[in-house]
């Protein structure tokens, strides 16, 4: 096998079948199981404690991570919730090992400007502040902030000052969270 360095810091591997783009699907693949097998670890032991799960990210290196665990409940969540998911989602983490490295657990909520993924994020929310970003201009616009009036037949209704509403189809979303209301 012949490498051949190119001066922006890639590594080209001549007479092979492996590519960048290869290796990158595959980790993002493998990635993706590694948070599959974390949300079935957590998933049942969030709901015991009444608890749901807002989203899983890992990122770090193969040789050692981090993994996000970000959990909710309609009433917020607490320092308590955090410490109890760390403590039984960590030893089912540890009986099970779907990591196959060191990596630290690191349990929180979403947050005030928390993002809104799921059709139930924005139902959940309808009367709140959000910022959303779309995919496509809509009115030579990409970016929005209102108050979330409705979320009906895979559409955000924003309320804007003074009067204004503009829709947004759920499937043009690219980015949306809650602003932080004082």
């Known amino acids: 096998m012949l490498y051949k360095g190119l001066d922006f810091g890639l590594l080209v591997i001549v007479g092979s079948f492996f590519s960048p783009l290869f290796c990158f699907k595959e980790l993002k693949m493998e990635k993706e199981a590694l948070i599959d097998k974390v949300k079935n670890v957590a998933e049942p032991i969030l709901r015991s404690l009444g608890l749901d799960l807002f989203d899983v990210v890992y990122s770090g ?106 829709q947004i189809p759920f499937d043009q979303i690219a980015q949306a969270r809650l602003e932080v209301e004082f």
């Open 61 to 166: 290196s193969p040789k050692r991570g981090a993994l996000r665990i970000f959990i909710d409940k309609k009433e917020g969540v607490t320092l308590d919730d955090c410490e109890k998911v760390s403590r039984y989602v960590g030893h089912a983490l540890d009986v099970e090992d779907p990591i196959p490295h060191q990596y630290t657990l690191e349990v929180s909520s979403p947050g005030l400007d928390r993002p809104l993924k799921r059709k139930e994020d924005f139902l959940r929310f309808i009367g709140k502040k959000v910022k959303v970003k779309t995919t496509l201009p809509i009115g030579n616009q990409k970016v929005f902030v209102g108050r979330l009036a409705d979320f009906r037949e895979e559409t955000a209704y924003l309320l804007f000052d003074p009067a204004g509403e503009v």
